[in-house]
Structure formats: structure tokens, C-alpha cells
């Protein structure tokens, strides 16, 4: 890594109200630049072009000099620190940030404004999904708080943030949990440019508990083909909905990949994909089903069905279950957990199941053999009636 910023003290040629004109540090890199304001305004004719200094002439050129000096001394101690001690070069926003930061109390800048402008800064290096994630997780706190501060940031507010998502917005453990994860990812990025000292999670543990998992049972699974097959739709976007849904319950497939899903993606009858959200690289044998359901015609070249939006999706699908009468919050998502269960129950030993799925770790596959096992214990409880 090398030093990639230069910079260089410039006079703005915009007249304040006193007929001054300030001098600003521009900042430089890949062609792009950023300007910091000075506290040094000055008449035109008062100011070196080519010693980026005050002349003489002005009756405060040393005091000026020495601002000017100071903020000199104190960019190449952050960029010498950048190269000495970090994995990554700074950008334009954080050299610009850390320069105003140093010697000022932090207590007094805006936690969530950092982070927003964090984020909009790097936005090419999040997934879409992720990023949106994140901006929606800022909406979400500063719901709780309408201006939060570094200092803010400690171990009673996280406390009060967690209460606030339990019994104030009614969100369950896991859903706090995951918000609270997002929480501490933004602390760990004001930890690493300096701005949070020491970590408020330091002694905060997040819990994480087996939540309800809906999925359909073989029965049900198969009421909802019979469905698709009877053609009986009143509105196409019912029936493509249904189409790939009933796709993800016999082949495991989010959402997520379902939408990236192309015809490239077959090879000798398998899926061959890697998946959204992991990265892993899976291959799903595609059963007779699975195969009778894949349109003959893709819909475009980069996605075999036409995908909905998440939100008209889970709606279409509530809808046909209750016409149905299955009384299960039907989602996108309840496929995958189907897909789990119904191959456990049918057999297919969970190491098997564990690939198919794409989990790195089997002890995520057996969630779903434990709730194979709590259905196969209240169906046997039958025999006592």
C-alpha cells in the first residue's frame, strides 16, 4: 500500500459577507478531490499561490501561517498513520473526517450521519440486499432516537434499543437479535477510524433461538401442485408465482437465487449454482417434479422464471393458501424449509440434505430434523385417541 492522497492549501475566490476570502485544504485522489474549510479568511491580494501561505503583508500572516502549518502537520500524520498501521488506504470522506476529528471532542457528532455517509461511500462493496439492509436498519434506530451521537453509543443504550424492539415494536428475539448484529457492525466501523474508544458490546451478548419455522407437510405440498396442475388461475401472475414457489419446495432454493437462476445453470440434469448469500457452490439433482415445473421458454437470459417482488410474492401466496385452506403464513422462504423437512422425511440422510441445501455447517440442517422429529411425536399421539 502506498500514500495516495495529496493535497494542497487553495484560496476560494468567494467573497464572505466581510469581503474576505477563505482558504480551504483540497484533498486529491484517482482524480477526484474533497475541501476542508479553514478558520483563515483574507484579503485576495494577501495570499502566496506558490508558498500556499499568507504573505507577509497581512498584519495576522504569522497566526494564520501557524493554522495553516498545524493542519499541514496534521494530514501527513494521518496519511504516514494510514500507511504504517492500516490494511487500506483511506478515501477522500475519511481523510476529510479524521482531519476535522483530530483534537475535537467526538462527542458531540452524529453517530447515524457517519454511518450513512459511510455507507453511500462504500456502496460498491455490499451485496444490493445487504446495503438496503443496513440504510433500513438506520431508519429503524433512529425510530428509537432522532439524534444519536458517538457518545450516545454505549451499553445501556443498546439495552434500551433492545427493549424498545421487544415491547415497543413488538419484534421478536431473533428479529432484535439480527438488528442489534447490524448494530454492532457499525460500531466496529466507528471503532476502526477512532471515533468509539471502547466497545459498548463488550459485555452485551445477543441470543439467538430457534424460531418457528413454517413449512408444508408432503400432503399439503401436494395439494398446492394438484392446485397448479387443475390451471383453474383467474390472473397469470397467480400461476407464475405458484410456479416457482412450488419450483424452491423441490429444490431448496431462496429467493435470493431463484431471481439469478438461469438455463446456464443446468448442467447434466443438476443445478449447478452458487448461492447468493453464502457463496457456496451447490448441485441439486432436479427430481422429475422440479423438471415439469421449469418453463420451456426462459424469461430472459440472465433468469429462467419471472420473478416477482418479495412483498407481491409473499402476498399471492398468502392468498392461494388460504384458498386452499392451509392455515400457514405462506412465504417464499417456507419452500426452502419445506424442501428440509419433506427430504428428511423421506429419507435422504441429512448429510445429503445439509449439501443440497448449501450449509456450511450441519448443525443448521439439524434444526430441521428436530422439528421432523416434533411432527412425527404429535402425529404418533394420535394412536392414544
Known amino acids: ?46 495570499w502566496s499561490l506558490r508558498n500556499q501561505r499568507v504573505k507577509i503583508q497581512n498584519n495576522h500572516h504569522e497566526r494564520y501561517n501557524m493554522i495553516l502549518d498545524a493542519m499541514d502537520k496534521k494530514s501527513i500524520k494521518l496519511l504516514v498513520n494510514n500507511f504504517l498501521n492500516e490494511e487500506h488506504p483511506l478515501s477522500l470522506l ?36 445487504t446495503w438496503v439492509g443496513y440504510k433500513s436498519q438506520i431508519s429503524k434506530i433512529l425510530k428509537f432516537k432522532k439524534e444519536i451521537y458517538f457518545s450516545d453509543i454505549n451499553e445501556k443504550f443498546i439495552n434500551d434499543y433492545r427493549q424498545y424492539m421487544l415491547h ?15 448494530l454492532r457492525t457499525f460500531v466496529n ?42 390451471n383453474s388461475f383467474i390472473k397469470q401472475v397467480d400461476k407464475e408465482i405458484l410456479r416457482y414457489f ?15 437462476f438461469s438455463m446456464d445453470a443446468i448442467i447434466d440434469g443438476s443445478i449447478h449454482l452458487r448461492m447468493h448469500k453464502t457463496g457456496y457452490l451447490v448441485n441439486i439433482p432436479l427430481s422429475m417434479k422440479a423438471k415439469e415445473l421449469m418453463p420451456k421458454n426462459p424469461f430472459n437470459d440472465k433468469s429462467l422464471f419471472k420473478i416477482y417482488c418479495n412483498k407481491v410474492t409473499n402476498k399471492v401466496l398468502k392468498e392461494t393458501g388460504k384458498t386452499l385452506g392451509i392455515n400457514k403464513k405462506l412465504t417464499c422462504h417456507v419452500a426452502r424449509h419445506t424442501f428440509a423437512t419433506v427430504s428428511i422425511s423421506l429419507g435422504i440422510p441429512i448429510e445429503v440434505v445439509s449439501k443440497l441445501l448449501g450449509h456450511t455447517n450441519i448443525r443448521t440442517t439439524q434444526v430441521y430434523a428436530k422439528i421432523v422429529d416434533t411432527v412425527k411425536i404429535k402425529e404418533m399421539q394420535k394412536w392414544d385417541n
Open 94 to 129: 475519511q481523510f476529510k473526517e479524521r482531519l476535522l476529528s483530530l483534537n475535537q471532542n467526538l462527542s458531540g457528532r452524529s453517530f447515524t450521519e457517519y454511518i450513512l455517509n459511510y455507507l453511500e461511500e462504500n456502496k460498491t462493496q455490499f451485496k444490493t440486499e
Open 246 to 260: 412450488l419450483f424452491a419446495c423441490y429444490t431448496g432454493l431462496r429467493y435470493s437465487d431463484l431471481k439469478t
Open 1 to 46: 500500500m502506498s500514500i495516495q492522497i495529496s493535497y494542497r492549501f487553495i484560496l476560494k475566490k468567494e467573497k464572505n459577507k466581510d469581503g474576505l476570502f477563505p482558504i480551504y485544504l483540497r484533498a486529491f485522489l484517482k482524480g477526484k478531490k474533497i475541501e476542508t474549510v479553514t478558520p483563515v479568511t483574507i484579503p485576495l491580494r494577501d
Open 189 to 230: 466501523i466507528s471503532i476502526r477510524f477512532k471515533y468509539i474508544k471502547t466497545n459498548p458490546f463488550q459485555y452485551t451478548s445477543i441470543k439467538k433461538v430457534d424460531g418457528k419455522r413454517d413449512f408444508l407437510s408432503a400432503e399439503e405440498l401436494n395439494k398446492l401442485a394438484d392446485y397448479y396442475s387443475n
Open 168 to 182: 415497543t415494536l413488538g419484534n421478536n428475539e431473533n428479529t432484535a437479535s439480527k438488528s442489534l448484529r447490524v
